[in-house]
């Protein structure tokens, strides 16, 4: 039977940094939207406190997570064993995209020194902590990360790199505002 946490203890740190991957779930408010779950993998997440985590996104193929945290802030981090003892982690929030042009982006930046350039950083500020056994999840053996999504982040002239991420990710899947720049004002 599952159980859950009041903060991250020290179990659940460690369970955390042996992951090689997550996944991320949003959803906009409308019936009619499309819920989203994201792969993540690399050294991409950070725990900042006991109830704070918080990950690099370098990009992709859409805008809906950022999408959906600015219309509504709700977010699921979840964490399953692939090698090892059975286990799934949730980590349920609210969660905020501090984007590339935003004021506070260098310093969370800081967090992944692995990385030169992101689209975002996630902060997610974790309302609830489940557990639950795992058991349906099989083994996979880690043999490495792929580098396509890294290299592609750099490949380009930062302001390439930046006019690119405006134009293909300023708006999501359901029409929700995406990626804009701080000093635009956007309509909802």
């Keep these: 039977m599952g159980k859950t946490f009041d903060q991250l203890n020290d179990g ?110 996630v902060k997610i500020q974790i309302e609830r902590i489940a557990d639950s056994c795992g058991w349906g999840v099989p083994f996979f053996a880690f043999q490495g990360e792929r580098d396509q999504l890294a290299r592609s982040v750099v490949a380009r002239p930062f302001e390439d790199w930046t006019a690119h991420r405006f134009a293909t990710n300023s708006v999501s899947v359901d029409g929700l505002p995406g990626l804009t720049p701080q000093n635009k004002e956007t309509s909802s």
Excluded: W
């Design 12 to 121: 659940l740190l460690d369970f955390i940094a042996k992951q090689k991957l997550f996944f991320v779930a949003t959803a906009p408010l409308s019936i009619d939207g499309h819920v989203n779950l994201s792969p993540k993998g690399y050294d991409s997440l950070v725990v900042l406190d006991s109830l704070t985590v918080a990950y690099i996104d370098l990009g992709g193929s859409g805008i809906e997570t950022q999408a959906h945290l600015r219309e509504n802030s709700r977010i699921t981090l979840m964490f399953c064993a692939l090698e090892g003892p059975a286990k799934i982690l949730r980590l349920y929030g609210q969660g905020e995209a501090i984007t590339f042009d935003d004021p506070r982006f260098d310093d969370l930046m800081g967090h992944f020194p692995s990385f030169s350039r992101a689209r975002a950083v």
